[in-house]
């Protein structure tokens, strides 16, 4: 993401839900505000064109979305993208497996014909997807300030410092493999 919009491109970016169950010992309304104003502050950080922040109940994504289909729709519809990420399917966050899902489905409900590409967060490697035909990035450039991004997540600490130490594990890997300092991989499932 930053590197597309440090090449000028325009990055908006859907986050479904506000986290309330991921700080028991805070007020839901609390941790929603932190979270929120955390995941701004990364998006400005990388350069992005903003948030659109849906409110699907952690746990319990396949009862939220027919409630948000239509604005979802009314997103895409409105920004055009030319290319989606979404999570992996194998990702092991029952939230992320069910974003995938949704956005897998609305992307053929709609017909859309930009590319679909998966990222994961919680996996070390991906040895599921070999087959499918894959992106790789040069983030050499920008991964900096995609680290200083990740670390606005302040309350997100201790749940964020495994995927943090993998995305740069597995950067130097991928950009080892490919003669660059730091690359990224991203799945085309569509």
């Known amino acids: 993401m930053a590197k597309y919009a440090h090449h000028g491109n325009k990055v908006k970016?859907?986050?479904?839900s506000k986290g309330e169950k991921s700080h028991p010992h805070l007020k839901a309304d609390v941790i929603t505000d932190i979270r929120q104003k955390e995941s701004c502050a990364a998006d400005e950080i990388i350069g992005g064109n903003g948030i659109y922040f849906l409110d699907f109940k952690e746990g319990q994504f396949p009862q939220h979305y027919p409630r948000h289909e239509t604005q979802l729709k009314r997103f895409i519809r409105n920004y055009r993208p030319t290319k989606i990420f979404t999570h992996s399917i194998d990702d092991g966050h029952p939230d992320h497996v069910n974003t995938h899902k949704i956005?897998?489905?609305?992307?053929?409900?709609m017909k859309l014909k930009c590319d679909l590409y998966t990222f994961d967060v919680w996996t070390p490697f991906n040895f599921k997807k070999r087959e499918?035909?894959?992106m790789l990035i040069d983030v050499s450039?920008?991964?900096?300030?995609?680290m200083t991004a990740l670390k606005c997540f302040k309350?997100?600490?201790f749940a964020a410092a495994y995927p943090i130490a993998l995305s740069y594990l597995r950067a130097i890997y991928n950009g080892f493999l490919n003669n660059t300092h730091y690359a990224e991989?991203?799945?085309k499932v569509r």
């Open 103 to 109: 956005v897998a489905e609305l992307y053929d409900k």
């Open 185 to 187: 991989i991203f799945y």
């Open 141 to 146: 450039k920008t991964f900096p300030k995609k």
């Open 132 to 134: 499918n035909p894959w």
């Open 155 to 157: 309350s997100q600490y």
């Open 13 to 16: 970016t859907i986050i479904f």
